[in-house]
């Protein structure tokens, strides 16, 4: 069963979350990144090489230490939601979610029917233990999917109180490169048209009663942008953890 509701308490009792991409399909360092204490761990299958596969063995590793795993798809496209329920997440990241309309579509895929319109297999998927837990799966119907929505382009901003207002998503997450991309400034996050289409995603988000979400940058780490109301924050992950450090090490040999 996801564990959406575990990841919803703790943000209900004031705890904000500490997350790290997984990007190498490894279960080692999948492993390594669970001891060391993440809050969240995201499956990352947008610009990652994973598959359902592959992911099933990330979150086996994971159970070395507590955190949920969330996935991060490549696109809304309802078999891929299913299909990455299917095998056990606890909740999804849609990138690129623009309107009211596709934050919808997107809840109604995470649901089982009336609600949704989610295929289900309660007798054979991971999600339910492989029919283990088929009466609290069909009884819980999809409500127990995190559900985050990706804010990341210029034409989103107009429309983040709409998005905000669906039923079923849990928090609006702010694509920091993407959103800067969309305005011609790709890689300039310090740019000042950059930072204030930024600054205005970020103060829209936090007038609803969605939570807001965001990765850290150049100058900006987790510290601060959780000063700043964000409840859950990206600070790396493990392919840069690996890269920075290995870097670090080689030129501090050849100095």
């Given amino acids: 069963m996801a ?4 990841i919803r308490q703790r943000l209900a009792d004031g705890h904000n979350l500490l997350a790290s991409w997984l990007t190498l399909c490894s279960n080692i ?9 993440f809050d969240i761990l ?9 598959d359902p596969h592959n992911a099933i063995g990330l979150m086996q590793a994971t159970r070395a230490g507590d955190a949920p795993c969330i996935m991060r798809l490549a696109s809304h496209d309802p078999n891929l939601i299913k299909r990455s329920l299917d095998i056990g997440v606890d909740g999804l990241m849609l990138p690129m979610v623009e309107t009211a309309d596709q934050a919808k ?7 089982l029917p009336p609600a949704g ?18 009466a609290a799966f069909i009884a819980d119907g999809g409500r127990d999917v995190y559900v985050i929505c990706q804010v990341e382009t210029r034409a989103t901003l107009d429309r983040i109180p709409a998005i905000a207002a669906v039923e079923g998503v849990d928090m609006l997450f702010i694509g920091r490169n993407d959103l800067a991309s969309s305005i011609g400034k790709a890689g300039d996050l310090n740019h000042p ?9 970020e103060a829209q988000i936090k007038a609803t009663n969605r939570l807001l979400g965001g990765i850290v940058a150049p100058g900006l780490d987790a510290k ?8 859950l924050v990206i600070s790396g992950s493990d392919h840069t953890f690996l890269r920075d450090a290995a870097i670090a ?4 040999a050849k100095a």
């Fill in 29 to 37: 360092a999948a492993e390594i990144m669970a001891l060391a204490g």
């Fill in 105 to 111: 579509a997107i809840v109604a895929a995470c649901r």
């Fill in 3 to 6: 564990r959406g509701h575990e």
């Fill in 42 to 50: 995201i499956i990352d299958q947008e610009h990652g090489p994973g």
């Fill in 193 to 201: 048209d950059a930072r204030a289409q930024q600054a205005d995603a």
């Fill in 224 to 231: 601060t942008l959780f000063a700043s109301g964000h409840r």
């Fill in 117 to 134: 319109f989610r295929g289900i297999a309660p007798g054979s998927v991971r999600a339910a233990r492989y029919g283990l837990d088929r």
């Fill in 249 to 252: 090490t080689v030129k501090g």
